[in-house]
């Protein structure tokens, strides 16, 4: 329903000559809790990279997950949605744009766990870890490999 709502809207957006602008920054809804750092700092790594957040702090972000078709085996710290789709966990910008470029057909993205190195995640160690591509029966296939192997 969401995602027909959106389409009319980049649809009328587009009639207005500002379909560019809209189709460059989506607006990525971000649930995380109160405290979660590591959170924070991959909100910060979308906005640096042309999305717009808007960030919700709920007291359990299993349920958001289950919501967007992300079983918890993929879970991470927090869960987003964009033009439909889910975001679980630290998903770099680039693999983002390129799902809202090539529109597959799944429920979305996720990093399982928080691999360290990956967006929101920097520090000392950089360990490699995928992004997998979420499907809607809930099976998952690699959709971006990060890091270093
Ligand atoms: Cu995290």
Redesign the pocket.
Known sequence: MKRKLITRIATVAMLLGQGAAWAAQPVIDVYKTAT????K??IQHLEKNGFTVKAHDVADTSGYRAKFGIPQQYG???TGTVAGYALE??VPAADIHRLLAQKPKAAGLAVPG?PAG?P??EGPRQDPYDVLLVKQDGSATVYGHHGSK
């Open positions: 979660c750092g590591c959170c700092a991959w991470s710290c927090h966990g630290h928080m990956s929101g995640m």
